[in-house]
């Protein structure tokens, strides 16, 4: 009876169940005997923070956790009051396998941005969580925003790996990531955006990456476009 009171109301007063806690632990036994127990459980409770068991299990626990919150309907797309989803503290803990887990379901948005204005793919990229960021590149992250930024920054490695994705921006603004690179006088990066850009392709004013290229211009830049 104590059990069953515990489970259908916040244990504390700042909203945290017992089902918050057992989120937290290395074995999601605990979480499907409370479950189990109160079928009417909320799974999706929130506490003061606006978090439910799904964002503690996400950045604290294991990825068996995730899956039996899922399962019994716990929804990822639920965010916090920060606008924090459990994808992202999934990402800001480093828990591969629990972003792996989310990723799967349906309601799992990855393009959720939080009050930082940071995606989970942006916050994988600040927090050099590279294993990461290219598991949501490949799942369709947008990225258009963090190339513009990682060209501008000449963090050839982060472009790369954004370039992983299937569905790269044809433009970043007026014109190509190409153009932005060449006018930046990237050489890594150019390289790496050739392959994936048509040299040929005008920006908004009818200029080529080529016509870009000036007496001044690096000559392993120019030697790019021989």
């Known amino acids: 009876d104590d059990l069953q009171y515990y489970l259908k109301r916040p244990s504390r007063n700042d909203g945290v169940t017992p089902l918050h806690f057992a989120a937290l632990g290395e074995s999601s036994t605990l979480v499907r005997h409370l479950l ?3 079928s009417q459980t909320d799974v999706n409770f929130n506490n003061d923070d606006g978090q439910t068991p799904l964002h503690w299990a996400c950045c604290r626990g294991i990825s068996s956790t995730v899956k039996v919150l899922l399962n019994s309907g716990a929804d990822p797309s639920i965010l916090d009051d920060e606008n924090n989803s ?3 503290f999934a990402v800001s803990s480093g828990k591969y396998y629990n972003v792996k887990v989310l990723l799967r379901s349906s309601k799992c ?3 959720a941005i939080n009050l930082g204005g940071n995606s989970a793919l942006a916050l994988a990229c600040m927090e050099r969580e590279y294993k990461i960021a290219r598991l949501l590149v490949r799942s369709g992250a947008n990225i258009e925003t963090l190339l513009q930024r990682y060209i501008k920054s000449n963090k050839p490695k982060i472009v790369d790996l954004l370039l992983q994705g299937e569905a790269l921006p044809e433009n970043i603004g007026e014109s190509t990531p190409l153009h932005l690179s060449v006018s930046l006088g990237l050489c890594t990066i150019t390289k790496l955006l ?6 040929k392709t005008p920006d908004s004013e009818g200029r080529t990456p080529c016509d870009l290229l000036n007496d001044n211009a690096n ?3 120019i030697a790019l476009f021989a």
């Open 194 to 199: 050739l392959s994936k850009y048509d040299a």
């Open 36 to 38: 189990r127990v109160d």
């Open 219 to 221: 000559a392993r830049l």
């Open 109 to 111: 948005n990855i393009s």
């Open 86 to 88: 459990p994808l992202h």
